[in-house]
Structures are given as C-alpha cells and as structure tokens.
C-alpha cells in the first residue's frame, strides 16, 4: 500500500475529512481526527502535533483551515466552537485531489474519520489520553522491550541466507534500533507518534522473521511493500523529529548515521 | 544547438559483472568531507565505455541480464564492495572501521536504484532478446565442448558448474547474432576469449 503523499497540497486532509461529514463540529474533533489518521491508520498527515491543553494539536492544522475558509473552499462558524462545513467548490477539489491519492489510502482514511467523527468528546478525549499520552515510565518500558525484539530479530536475520531483501530487513531493523537509542523527543504526543511508527516496523520485522523461521530461504522471494511504506514513513519521522537522518537522503552526513 | 542522439545500433554489451562495477559507485559525505567510493573495476569500465559514449555510440545489455543483477545476491555485492581494499582505505581515511547493517542498506539500496537507471542514460540500450531453445542447447554443447581441456577443467573446479548461466548464454547469443562484443569480467568469458571468438562471439576482457 502506497500511503505517501508528499506531492499533494497540505491541506488536502482537511478537506478530504469534510468531504466525508459535510459538517465538522468543533476542532478538537478535526484535529483528532487527523492525529488518529497520522498514528494509527499509517496515513501520511503533513502536520506536526504536540500536547496542548485538549490533548494532540496542530496550529498548521488551524491555519489551513482558515486559508481554506478564505478561499472559499470551507465556511467556518464560530459559535460553541467551531463548525466546519465544506462548500460545493471545496467538495470538488477534494474530489480533485483525492482521484490522485492511492484508493488503499482512502479506504483506510475514510474508515479512520467514519469511526472517530461519530464519538463525543468525552469518548474521544478518554480514548486519546488513555492510549496516546504514555507516563514517562510506560515509555522508557515500550522503547526498551522494542529494542531488545530489534535486538533478537537481527539476530536471528544472522542464521539466514544471503539475499537483498535479508539486508533490507537487517537495515530496516539496525536504523530502527539507532533511532530508539538516539531519541531523545520530550513532548508526549510526538514520542507516541515516533514510538508508533517504530513498533510497526519492528513488528513488520517480526511478522517477516516468523513466517520466515522454518524456511529462511524464501526470504528472498518476499516483496516486503509494507516494510518498505512504513520504513519510508519511519524515516520521514525521524528527520520531522531529529532522531536521524534518512537513511537514503543524498546530500546525507554519514557520520550523523554512523555515531 | 541540441546534441546529435546517441545510435541506435549498440556497440558494446555488457555482462553483469561489469554493470555492477559500473553501478557500484557513491558520492558521499563524512563529517563534512565529501568523498567518491567507487569500485576499482568500475573505473576500467568507465574508461572502456566512456569514448563510446563520447563518441555517440551505444552501449548495453540484454534485459535478462539487467533482472539477474538484484538475483545475484546484492547484500553479497556490498560486501565485496566494502571489502574492496580501495574502499577499505577511503573509509578509513574518514574514520570509518566498521559499517553497520544500515549503512549497507543504504548501499544496498543505491546501487539497485542506479541499475534501474541506467536506461535513463541516453547512451544505455536494453534488448529484450529471448534465445530458442536450439540455442541455448547449441552455445551448451560449444561450451561443453572444452570440457577436456584443462584450463576448462580448472575453471569448472573453481567456479562449481560446468556452463555458464542462462542469463549470459543468452547474452553470448545475442552478440553473436547481432554481432556486438561483450565487455566481460567473468570467467565464463574471459579465459575463453579464443574459442569464444570460434564460435562467433567477440570478448573483450575487462582485464
């Protein structure tokens, strides 16, 4: 599944999220909305969120969508909060942009913002803080129990036969350790976000080297798109958050990948 | 004034081997010093093609060949190349004595994405040449043929297999049809230059 989507305009999400409810009450929905799709549906959300007063918040995510309303493309009503409602030109650019998005993408979004519209704010808010705010403790145990499975698989990667996809997993795998033991991202919502994208890797990792176990040479034969979209992603995080550079950048310093 | 186009006729092929030395090369930065690993060979290579190219020729390979290359192994292709002595001293001239699995992987990675480029080299042609199976099965038998020979004998000890892949069987009769001699650093090749030449196929040895 290919999720990237760095050639379509930023605000592409909000409008896709309107083109879906038609009417948006609140921010605090909008914005969860978009955090959920960025940390849990593997959709690739141009924001960058942090902790606010009401949880994951994005002040990029209020300035599009003001620039949005100035160009006609949403009405914004400010009254218990903000209501949001697409207009009929702004429907047709979502249509617009979203006939260039891959439809796996859309399928996953689209199921994202059918599932977290339709709660309350409680509900919401309960969900969000309960399962995205980690305690610093939770934290440091998550990154460690990561690092020791990173750890093992590579290890078992070892016993395997030479090929080009064993390699890829044995980088994917080595990267993703490096970046847990240089992370050093102090707000909440972002190490969620980061801890998220690592874990997802590191069990694409482990689904690979388990299925993989009894017969390690038809490793090479694997296609491995999924490993390749979340490690594209992941590498994209840790340049957002300053972890590491990416792996494949041209204009790199390896000494930043090497230390 | 635009360019004159390179021909469309090829004039050399080459093995895989070759595209690989060619293709393994990476302009790099350490601690903020820019440096070039290449692969020794890959420097032979540029200096057999690179008149060619200036003079407008062409240069290629069959499509078989080019699909092979990823097959072949390509974590054992980056281990040659970091091994390489050449690449052992830039390295660490920057401080570098050991490469993590990640940096392999981005070397990995690079050289895969430059073999897929090579077509958008407008000097770089693809066949997609499939031999017949009468071929194929004629090429086996001249090869077969040296068998007695020792200097065959010694190769096939060496090399574990007593004929060379289907991928350069079809790349011998490709330039033979057409013709075109192959820049080889292979064995299969390049020790049988001669009997190569009897049969109709041209070798140039890369050395």
């Not at chain 1, 605090?28 to 942090?50: G, N």
């Not at chain 1, 795998?173 to 102090?186: Q, R, S």
């Not at chain 2, 790349?171 to 009897?198: M, Q, V």
Request: aromatic share 10%; proline share 4%; charged share 25%.
């Amino acid at each position: 599944m290919t999720l990237r989507t760095h050639d379509l305009p930023r605000y592409w999400p909000i409008l896709f999220v309107l083109d879906q409810v038609g009417t948006l009450r609140n921010n605090f929905h909008l914005q969860k909305i978009l955090y959920l799709a960025q940390v849990e549906h593997r959709v690739s959300i141009p924001y960058t969120f942090a902790l606010d007063d009401y949880g994951p918040y994005s002040r990029t995510v209020k300035a599009d969508f003001m620039s949005l309303s100035s160009a006609g493309l949403i009405e914004l009503q400010y009254g218990d909060g903000w209501i949001f409602r697409i207009t009929n030109e702004g429907r047709a650019v979502a249509r617009r942009i979203c006939a260039m998005v891959d439809k796996d993408l859309l399928e996953e979004f689209r199921q994202c913002v059918d599932k977290w519209s339709r709660k309350g704010f409680y509900e919401l808010k309960r969900y969000v803080y309960g399962k995205h705010i980690l305690t610093d403790k939770a934290y440091a145990e998550e990154k460690s129990d990561l690092s020791v499975l990173a750890e093992t698989l590579i290890s078992q990667l070892d016993t395997y036969p030479t090929s080009s996809n064993k390699l890829l997993i044995h980088g994917v795998l080595d990267y993703a350790k490096t970046a847990l033991g240089k992370e050093k991202i102090n707000d909440p919502v972002q190490r969620n976000h980061f801890l998220r994208a690592v874990a997802r890797l590191i069990e694409d990792g482990s689904a690979i080297c388990t299925a993989t176990t009894t017969n390690p040479t038809v490793l090479r034969e694997l296609g491995l798109a999924q490993l390749r979209d979340d490690f594209n992603q992941f590498q994209d995080i840790c340049e957002q958050y300053s972890v590491l550079p990416s792996l494949y950048g041209e204009n790199t310093d390896l000494l930043a990948l090497l230390r | 004034m635009e360019s004159e186009p390179a021909s469309t006729k090829i004039n050399l092929l080459l093995d895989a081997n070759c595209i690989i030395y060619y293709c393994q090369r990476f302009d790099e930065t350490f601690r903020g010093t820019a440096v070039q690993l290449y692969h020794p060979l890959g420097e032979l290579v540029i200096q057999v093609i690179g008149p060619l190219i200036s003079a407008k020729k062409s240069v290629g390979s069959i499509s078989a060949v080019l699909s092979e290359i990823p097959d072949k192994g390509a974590e054992e292709l980056v281990d040659d190349f970091i091994c390489n002595p050449q690449i052992q001293r830039i390295l660490s001239r920057v401080g570098v004595t050991s490469v993590p699995p990640r940096l392999r992987e981005r070397w990995q990675s690079g050289f895969l994405k430059k073999v897929k480029k090579l077509r958008n080299n407008e000097w770089w042609r693809e066949i997609d040449f499939i031999p017949t199976n009468a071929e194929l099965q004629e090429t086996k038998d001249f090869y077969r043929s040296m068998a007695g020979e020792s200097k065959m004998a010694d190769h096939i000890v060496k090399k574990g297999k007593d004929c060379p892949s289907n991928e350069d069987l079809a790349l011998a009769i490709c330039a033979k049809k057409l013709r075109i001699p192959i820049l080889s650093n292979d064995g299969d090749f390049k020790k049988f230059t001669a009997e190569w030449s009897g049969f109709g196929v041209d070798v140039i040895p890369l050395i």
